[in-house]
């Protein structure tokens, strides 16, 4: 066999590889630049192709594809969601993704993004509630404690200046994991009993349950003014936290209003329910929050502009952090119409 | 570090892993394994989720997702479509694919794709000929020597008795390379300087040029009754390769009308032209040839149940060829809600 040549060759960042990234640079300065990522892709936003994601859905699950371009690098995710999975001993959400070059088609890196994915879903949320959250935030509301919940509470302490986090999950023990988990970082933590509890003088209330159902996370008697609500877990047709009454008197931000009216809370609202767009706040074109009485709520789903962003983030430290693994996986024969020939060269002198 | 979890594993077919494969098992018995594999997922059509590729054009090229599931299994490839790559020493076309558990959504294998999608083309362009060419043909013309042509003269063989292929192309040194690499394997082969010299006596003809444009490799004159048409080369909007009078002589069939509609030659027709759908010919409901005077025309462009089925048959040889490696890449922490606790324990006993 000859050796494949250098186009046949595709970077390839492994989860072992990827949990080495992140502690080569640090979860907390990885998540302020993955956020600052977002937000300067987020600046530019007219620029990407956009569509919804491409679900198939099963009764169990749902697999998606969210591709997207910015004319000159194309990226897509592979990311499937499974609320059963975690009573398999499996990841509810297990995701991977793809950079190339628009130019020539050619795949740039592959990469895990399970653990990408809950790095910048929660580098998106507190990059949200820096515009969002009222003045002076410093007390969060987690609820739901699982794979994504230390993601978010150390991304609003780094990116936000949060320093207490009141946890609580139906399950005590994804509270005690998560709290062992935060332990010793510089946080405030506060085991609670209840949700009620939980959003006791929290300025930010953070969703991350995972149950593939209209489930009632917050009633509307729990939410006080002022107070800035983080829904991350309703993602999908079907899977919302909030009561619709709280969606009614809140101010609504969302990625891709096109795919959040069907996989958001407001899938719970009519089709012309009032909602800003989060990159135009950012770009100043719409108000964020306007009064301290307000209540904003970031409706996120996921957007796969934010996995570009991540992607290309990765991508760019590929080659100093070494981190990486060489994939044959394009097959580049010295003459491109002799496809053919290659497979017969690869059979070596005896022919094939 | 510790060893990742079996279900952080997934088999990669490498490009090299995959001419392995094609050279262990045989081009020709390869290509009828496939043809069988597809034809046996055609009569199971409505089974299947079907949406038309999810494309991103540039300028230049097109990338493009294109998913399908069987309820069962789900399964994408990526795609690109650069005809400008030649020039630069790059393949015009590369490809990918994943195969995955629709009950947990993790992923089955992933495997180059650009070798399979040669053999995946050429397998459904040679079944859909077994039910559409006439009586007896044994004469086929190849008119563009480029990547895809060898896959196609021994698909033609092996499925459809194919004797005699008549080989056309502009670059007389891809006919020349076609013809080498064909020598030995029991075909006629003629090399010829026109199409029209190509086609004569010819009982099928067989288009698989590259030019991104309307082009005209054939025109109405030449074209006499009888002959099977199997035009490969027009798989996007502005590609097409046969004169628009041909088309409205032909009884036309199509995987799918919607994708077709877009992407192949009857892209140049009124969109409610009638077409036959080629799963429904399999199945038996819908006439394919009924008269040996008839013009039949595949209109293929590629759709996403055959790269299903593709990826079906090298993963079901997976476990016996061994022809594999595992790829690190599905974060699998033992308690699946631990997912930042996985990341922490990777930096080892002192700590992130």
């Known amino acids: 066999m000859t050796l494949p040549s250098r186009n046949a060759l595709v970077p390839f960042v492994s989860v072992d590889n990827m949990m080495r990234l992140v502690l080569h640079i640090g979860v907390e300065r990885m998540l302020v630049e993955l956020a600052q990522a977002i937000e300067a892709d987020f600046r530019r936003w007219p620029l990407f192709d956009k569509t919804p994601r491409v679900a198939s859905h099963s009764e169990i699950g749902v697999i998606e594809l969210m591709p997207t371009s910015d004319g000159e690098t194309y990226g897509f995710k592979y990311v499937n969601g499974h609320p059963a999975n975690m009573k398999k001993g499996l990841q509810t959400v297990t995701a991977f993704g793809l950079l190339a070059d628009v130019e020539t088609g050619y795949p740039l890196m592959l990469s895990e993004m399970t653990i990408l994915t809950a790095l910048r879903t929660a580098a998106t949320s507190a990059m949200a509630a820096k515009w969002l959250a009222p003045e002076g935030a410093r007390t969060m509301a987690l609820i739901g404690n699982g794979a994504q919940a230390e993601f978010q509470a150390l991304a609003f302490k780094a ?10 999950d139906l399950d005590p023990a994804a509270t005690a994991k998560c709290a062992r988990n935060l332990a010793g970082r510089g946080l405030k933590l506060t085991a609670c009993h209840t949700a009620e509890e939980a959003i006791e003088g929290a300025q930010i209330i953070t969703t991350c349950t995972a149950d593939k159902q209209n489930a009632t996370i917050l009633t509307d008697n729990m939410i ?9 877990g309703g993602d999908c047709p079907g899977k919302t936290e909030l009561h619709r009454d709280i969606l009614a008197r809140a101010s609504i931000f969302v990625e891709y209003p096109p795919q959040t009216r069907i996989e958001g809370e407001i899938q719970q609202l009519a089709p012309d329910h009032p909602v ?15 009064d301290p009485r307000q209540i904003t709520l970031f409706d996120s789903v996921g957007f796969a502009i934010e996995d570009f962003s991540a992607l290309a983030y990765v991508h760019s430290r590929l080659r100093a952090s070494g981190l990486y693994q060489d994939l044959d ?11 053919f020939g290659m497979i017969l060269r690869a059979a070596g002198p005896q022919g094939a």
Chains 1, 2 share one sequence.
Not at 159 to 168: D, K, Q, S
Not at 276 to 290: D, H, M
Not at 329 to 339: E, F, H, N, Q
């Open 276 to 290: 800003s767009e989060l990159w135009q706040v950012i770009t100043g074109t719409t108000p964020g929050r306007s």
């Open 329 to 339: 996986m394009i097959a580049d024969p010295d003459d491109p119409r002799d496809l």
């Open 224 to 232: 006080g003014t002022g107070v800035h609500i983080n829904a991350v």
């Open 159 to 168: 990116i936000c200046g949060i320093t207490e986090v009141r946890l609580h």
